[in-house]
Protein backbone atom coordinates (compact mmCIF):
# COMPACT_ATOMS: atom_id res chain seq x y z
CA UNK A 1 0.00 0.00 0.00
CA UNK A 2 1.49 3.29 -0.67
CA UNK A 3 2.01 5.45 2.24
CA UNK A 4 1.08 8.62 0.53
CA UNK A 5 -2.43 7.36 -0.32
CA UNK A 6 -5.59 8.50 1.56
CA UNK A 7 -7.03 5.88 3.69
CA UNK A 8 -10.98 5.58 2.46
CA UNK A 9 -13.97 6.85 4.52
CA UNK A 10 -16.40 4.96 5.99
CA UNK A 11 -19.72 5.40 5.08
CA UNK A 12 -21.51 6.17 8.05
CA UNK A 13 -24.01 4.53 9.67
CA UNK A 14 -27.42 4.49 11.61
CA UNK A 15 -26.48 3.84 15.28
CA UNK A 16 -28.13 3.44 18.30
CA UNK A 17 -26.99 6.69 19.93
CA UNK A 18 -28.44 7.87 16.69
CA UNK A 19 -31.85 7.04 17.41
CA UNK A 20 -31.87 7.68 21.08
CA UNK A 21 -31.06 11.53 20.02
CA UNK A 22 -33.61 11.49 17.51
CA UNK A 23 -36.80 10.60 19.77
CA UNK A 24 -34.60 13.15 22.74
CA UNK A 25 -34.62 15.89 19.90
CA UNK A 26 -38.29 15.11 18.32
CA UNK A 27 -40.38 16.82 20.76
CA UNK A 28 -38.83 20.29 20.53
CA UNK A 29 -38.56 19.93 16.71
CA UNK A 30 -42.61 19.39 16.59
CA UNK A 31 -43.02 21.91 18.96
CA UNK A 32 -40.90 24.56 16.68
CA UNK A 33 -42.87 23.26 13.59
CA UNK A 34 -46.25 23.28 15.20
CA UNK A 35 -45.51 27.26 17.35
CA UNK A 36 -42.96 28.71 15.36
CA UNK A 37 -42.92 27.54 11.56
CA UNK A 38 -46.24 27.16 10.73
CA UNK A 39 -47.37 30.31 12.30
CA UNK A 40 -45.34 32.25 10.18
CA UNK A 41 -48.00 31.81 7.14
CA UNK A 42 -50.40 34.17 9.20
CA UNK A 43 -47.61 37.15 8.16
CA UNK A 44 -50.16 37.70 5.15
CA UNK A 45 -52.41 38.95 7.09
CA UNK A 46 -50.95 42.11 7.98
CA UNK A 47 -50.88 42.96 4.42
CA UNK A 48 -54.69 41.65 4.12
CA UNK A 49 -58.22 43.68 5.12
CA UNK A 50 -58.07 40.66 7.08
CA UNK A 51 -62.31 39.74 7.79
CA UNK A 52 -63.50 37.32 10.10
CA UNK A 53 -66.57 35.56 8.87
CA UNK A 54 -65.84 32.04 8.06
CA UNK A 55 -63.11 29.97 8.43
CA UNK A 56 -59.37 30.75 8.86
CA UNK A 57 -58.15 29.84 5.60
CA UNK A 58 -61.04 31.36 3.11
CA UNK A 59 -60.72 34.28 5.04
CA UNK A 60 -57.41 34.50 4.52
CA UNK A 61 -57.62 34.12 1.10
CA UNK A 62 -60.47 35.50 0.28
CA UNK A 63 -59.98 38.91 2.23
CA UNK A 64 -58.61 41.71 -0.13
CA UNK A 65 -55.29 42.88 0.03
CA UNK A 66 -54.07 46.28 1.68
CA UNK A 67 -50.73 46.70 1.20
CA UNK A 68 -49.21 48.71 3.34
CA UNK A 69 -52.62 50.05 5.37
CA UNK A 70 -51.87 48.06 8.15
CA UNK A 71 -48.34 49.56 8.63
CA UNK A 72 -49.40 53.19 9.17
CA UNK A 73 -51.12 53.10 12.89
CA UNK A 74 -47.89 52.51 13.70
CA UNK A 75 -45.72 55.78 12.07
CA UNK A 76 -48.89 57.87 11.59
CA UNK A 77 -49.84 58.33 15.34
CA UNK A 78 -49.62 61.22 17.21
CA UNK A 79 -47.65 59.09 19.71
CA UNK A 80 -45.59 56.99 17.54
CA UNK A 81 -42.29 59.12 18.67
CA UNK A 82 -43.07 58.68 22.38
CA UNK A 83 -44.23 54.78 22.05
CA UNK A 84 -40.63 54.42 20.31
CA UNK A 85 -38.65 56.00 22.14
CA UNK A 86 -39.98 54.22 25.48
CA UNK A 87 -39.65 51.01 23.80
CA UNK A 88 -36.37 51.30 23.13
CA UNK A 89 -35.18 52.82 26.02
CA UNK A 90 -36.19 50.94 28.46
CA UNK A 91 -35.12 47.94 27.02
CA UNK A 92 -31.64 49.75 26.34
CA UNK A 93 -31.82 50.12 30.13
CA UNK A 94 -32.91 46.44 30.81
CA UNK A 95 -29.99 44.96 28.74
CA UNK A 96 -27.16 47.03 30.47
CA UNK A 97 -28.65 46.18 34.06
CA UNK A 98 -29.81 43.02 32.78
CA UNK A 99 -26.14 41.83 32.28
CA UNK A 100 -23.95 43.91 34.57
CA UNK A 101 -26.43 43.03 38.22
CA UNK A 102 -26.80 39.15 37.89
CA UNK A 103 -23.10 39.15 36.66
CA UNK A 104 -21.92 40.74 39.77
CA UNK A 105 -24.44 38.77 42.12
CA UNK A 106 -23.56 35.80 40.00
CA UNK A 107 -19.98 36.65 41.03
CA UNK A 108 -20.18 37.18 45.40
CA UNK A 109 -22.52 34.02 45.22
CA UNK A 110 -19.89 32.14 43.70
CA UNK A 111 -17.10 32.90 45.46
CA UNK A 112 -19.07 31.90 48.92
CA UNK A 113 -17.13 29.53 50.89
CA UNK A 114 -20.58 28.19 52.29
CA UNK A 115 -22.48 26.15 49.69
CA UNK A 116 -25.63 26.10 51.56
CA UNK A 117 -25.64 29.65 51.81
CA UNK A 118 -25.17 30.01 48.17
CA UNK A 119 -28.13 27.92 47.71
CA UNK A 120 -29.96 29.81 49.94
CA UNK A 121 -29.42 33.09 48.49
CA UNK A 122 -29.76 31.93 45.14
CA UNK A 123 -33.28 30.82 46.10
CA UNK A 124 -34.78 34.16 47.49
CA UNK A 125 -33.34 35.66 44.16
CA UNK A 126 -34.83 33.42 42.30
CA UNK A 127 -38.28 33.29 43.91
CA UNK A 128 -39.83 36.54 41.69
CA UNK A 129 -39.45 35.42 38.43
CA UNK A 130 -42.00 32.87 38.61
CA UNK A 131 -44.45 35.36 40.31
CA UNK A 132 -46.66 37.02 37.38
CA UNK A 133 -47.29 40.11 36.41
CA UNK A 134 -50.92 40.10 38.02
CA UNK A 135 -49.13 39.10 41.95
CA UNK A 136 -46.95 41.56 41.69
CA UNK A 137 -49.55 44.43 40.46
CA UNK A 138 -51.09 43.89 43.29
CA UNK A 139 -48.19 43.86 45.59
CA UNK A 140 -47.18 47.34 44.00
CA UNK A 141 -50.85 48.58 44.79
CA UNK A 142 -50.40 47.29 48.45
CA UNK A 143 -47.53 49.39 48.51
CA UNK A 144 -48.22 52.52 46.51
CA UNK A 145 -52.70 52.80 46.73
CA UNK A 146 -53.37 56.60 47.85
CA UNK A 147 -55.58 55.41 50.43
CA UNK A 148 -54.42 52.29 52.26
CA UNK A 149 -50.81 52.67 50.62
CA UNK A 150 -47.81 51.42 52.58
CA UNK A 151 -45.84 54.22 51.68
CA UNK A 152 -48.58 57.20 52.16
CA UNK A 153 -49.25 55.68 55.70
CA UNK A 154 -45.22 56.10 56.49
CA UNK A 155 -45.54 59.88 54.81
CA UNK A 156 -48.65 60.31 57.08
CA UNK A 157 -46.95 59.19 60.43
CA UNK A 158 -44.27 61.88 59.87
CA UNK A 159 -46.67 64.53 58.91
CA UNK A 160 -46.51 64.87 55.08
CA UNK A 161 -48.77 64.42 52.38
CA UNK A 162 -49.77 61.54 50.69
CA UNK A 163 -48.67 60.93 46.81
CA UNK A 164 -51.20 59.68 44.33
CA UNK A 165 -48.16 57.71 42.96
CA UNK A 166 -51.09 56.70 39.51
CA UNK A 167 -50.92 60.19 38.40
CA UNK A 168 -47.39 61.21 38.84
CA UNK A 169 -45.32 60.37 35.83
CA UNK A 170 -42.14 60.94 37.01
CA UNK A 171 -41.83 58.28 39.51
CA UNK A 172 -42.82 55.61 37.53
CA UNK A 173 -39.28 55.06 35.48
CA UNK A 174 -37.89 54.20 38.64
CA UNK A 175 -40.61 51.90 39.34
CA UNK A 176 -40.49 50.04 36.02
CA UNK A 177 -37.17 49.83 36.16
CA UNK A 178 -36.52 48.37 39.19
CA UNK A 179 -39.96 45.38 39.04
CA UNK A 180 -37.93 44.50 36.04
CA UNK A 181 -34.86 44.37 37.36
CA UNK A 182 -36.02 42.47 40.63
CA UNK A 183 -38.39 39.96 38.83
CA UNK A 184 -35.63 38.92 36.39
CA UNK A 185 -32.20 39.07 38.47
CA UNK A 186 -32.58 35.71 39.69
CA UNK A 187 -33.02 33.95 36.49
CA UNK A 188 -29.63 35.37 34.59
CA UNK A 189 -27.96 34.88 37.71
CA UNK A 190 -28.66 31.40 37.79
CA UNK A 191 -27.57 31.12 33.73
CA UNK A 192 -24.12 32.73 35.08
CA UNK A 193 -23.46 30.77 38.06
CA UNK A 194 -24.24 27.55 35.71
CA UNK A 195 -20.93 29.03 33.93
CA UNK A 196 -19.05 29.75 37.29
CA UNK A 197 -20.16 26.20 38.11
CA UNK A 198 -18.19 24.37 35.15
CA UNK A 199 -15.14 26.69 35.19
CA UNK A 200 -12.69 24.08 36.06
CA UNK A 201 -11.17 24.42 40.29
CA UNK A 202 -7.85 23.66 39.12
CA UNK A 203 -7.83 27.60 37.89
CA UNK A 204 -8.75 29.16 41.56
CA UNK A 205 -6.58 26.63 43.14
CA UNK A 206 -3.36 27.95 41.27
CA UNK A 207 -4.51 31.01 41.77
CA UNK A 208 -4.67 30.99 45.11
CA UNK A 209 -1.24 29.27 45.64
CA UNK A 210 -0.23 32.84 43.80
CA UNK A 211 -1.59 34.65 46.37
CA UNK A 212 -4.29 36.08 43.84
CA UNK A 213 -7.41 37.91 45.88
CA UNK A 214 -10.90 37.19 45.15
CA UNK A 215 -11.37 40.12 43.02
CA UNK A 216 -8.14 38.86 41.09
CA UNK A 217 -9.94 35.93 40.60
CA UNK A 218 -12.89 37.07 39.38
CA UNK A 219 -10.99 39.51 36.95
CA UNK A 220 -8.83 37.36 35.52
CA UNK A 221 -10.58 33.87 35.56
CA UNK A 222 -14.09 33.98 35.84
CA UNK A 223 -14.80 36.86 33.96
CA UNK A 224 -12.66 36.00 30.63
CA UNK A 225 -14.34 32.51 31.22
CA UNK A 226 -17.84 33.69 30.80
CA UNK A 227 -17.16 36.08 28.16
CA UNK A 228 -19.21 33.58 25.85
CA UNK A 229 -21.89 33.60 27.96
CA UNK A 230 -22.04 37.17 28.57
CA UNK A 231 -22.24 38.05 24.56
CA UNK A 232 -24.62 35.32 23.70
CA UNK A 233 -26.84 37.03 26.05
CA UNK A 234 -26.01 39.80 25.14
CA UNK A 235 -27.23 39.13 21.57
CA UNK A 236 -30.07 37.50 22.12
CA UNK A 237 -31.36 40.51 24.59
CA UNK A 238 -30.16 43.13 21.97
CA UNK A 239 -32.70 40.96 19.33
CA UNK A 240 -35.75 41.53 21.52
CA UNK A 241 -35.20 45.34 22.32
CA UNK A 242 -38.58 46.06 19.85
CA UNK A 243 -40.67 44.15 22.34
CA UNK A 244 -41.33 44.57 25.92
CA UNK A 245 -43.20 42.63 28.72
CA UNK A 246 -46.70 43.61 28.45
CA UNK A 247 -47.60 43.16 31.82
CA UNK A 248 -45.24 45.34 33.56
CA UNK A 249 -45.99 48.05 31.42
CA UNK A 250 -49.75 47.16 31.27
CA UNK A 251 -50.53 45.75 34.56
CA UNK A 252 -48.28 47.29 37.31
CA UNK A 253 -49.77 50.91 36.39
CA UNK A 254 -52.98 49.89 36.12
CA UNK A 255 -53.40 51.01 32.68
CA UNK A 256 -53.35 54.84 34.32
CA UNK A 257 -54.05 57.39 31.54
CA UNK A 258 -52.16 59.60 33.43
CA UNK A 259 -49.21 57.49 33.03
CA UNK A 260 -49.17 57.43 28.89
CA UNK A 261 -46.25 58.90 28.15
CA UNK A 262 -44.41 57.03 30.45
CA UNK A 263 -45.43 53.10 30.23
CA UNK A 264 -46.90 53.30 27.09
CA UNK A 265 -44.91 50.66 24.62
CA UNK A 266 -45.56 48.90 20.95
CA UNK A 267 -47.25 46.27 22.41
CA UNK A 268 -49.30 48.16 24.97
CA UNK A 269 -50.20 50.50 21.86
CA UNK A 270 -51.37 47.21 19.82
CA UNK A 271 -53.04 45.59 22.26
CA UNK A 272 -55.25 49.29 22.98
CA UNK A 273 -55.41 49.63 19.05
CA UNK A 274 -57.19 46.12 18.84
CA UNK A 275 -60.27 47.26 20.88
CA UNK A 276 -61.40 49.29 17.70
CA UNK A 277 -58.73 48.45 15.46
CA UNK A 278 -58.53 45.03 12.99
CA UNK A 279 -56.23 41.64 13.52
CA UNK A 280 -54.28 43.01 10.17
CA UNK A 281 -52.54 45.81 12.42
CA UNK A 282 -51.90 43.86 15.42
CA UNK A 283 -49.95 41.46 12.71
CA UNK A 284 -48.30 44.37 10.86
CA UNK A 285 -46.93 45.47 14.27
CA UNK A 286 -45.61 42.60 15.32
CA UNK A 287 -44.31 41.56 12.01
CA UNK A 288 -42.43 44.85 12.05
CA UNK A 289 -41.09 44.00 15.73
CA UNK A 290 -39.66 40.60 14.07
CA UNK A 291 -37.96 41.99 11.06
CA UNK A 292 -36.74 45.02 13.64
CA UNK A 293 -35.48 42.06 15.93
CA UNK A 294 -34.01 39.86 13.04
CA UNK A 295 -32.20 42.83 12.21
CA UNK A 296 -30.83 44.09 15.40
CA UNK A 297 -29.47 40.53 16.38
CA UNK A 298 -27.51 39.99 13.30
CA UNK A 299 -25.96 44.13 13.60
CA UNK A 300 -25.18 43.10 17.02
CA UNK A 301 -23.56 39.49 16.25
CA UNK A 302 -21.32 41.90 13.20
CA UNK A 303 -20.33 43.74 15.80
CA UNK A 304 -19.62 41.02 17.43
CA UNK A 305 -17.63 39.49 15.23
CA UNK A 306 -15.72 42.11 13.95
CA UNK A 307 -14.26 42.75 17.81
CA UNK A 308 -13.30 39.25 18.51
CA UNK A 309 -15.01 36.50 16.22
CA UNK A 310 -14.49 33.57 18.69
CA UNK A 311 -17.20 34.92 20.70
CA UNK A 312 -20.08 35.93 17.71
CA UNK A 313 -23.05 33.49 17.67
CA UNK A 314 -22.50 32.86 13.67
Known sequence: MNARSKPRRQHSRWRKQDTELTLLALPTTV?????CFLPMFGIIIAFKDFKITGG???????????????????FKSNDAWTIIRNTLGYNLIFIILGIVLPVIFALMIG??????????????????????WVVVSAVAWAFLSYDKGIINQFLLQ?????????MEPKYWPYFLVFMNVWKSLGYGMVVYLAT???????????AVIDGASKWQQARYITLPLMKLVIVMMFILAVGRIFYTD??????????????????TTI???????????TVGMASAAAFVQS????????????????????????
Open 56 to 74: FLSNVFNSAWSGFKNFEFL
Open 267 to 277: DVLVYKQLKTA
Open 111 to 132: HLHSRKAGKVYQTMMFLPYFLS
Open 158 to 166: FGKDPVNWY
Open 291 to 314: VLGCATILFANWIVRRVDPDSAMM
Open 196 to 206: ITGIDSTYYEA
Open 246 to 263: FGLFFQVPRDSNSLFNVT
Open 31 to 35: WYILF
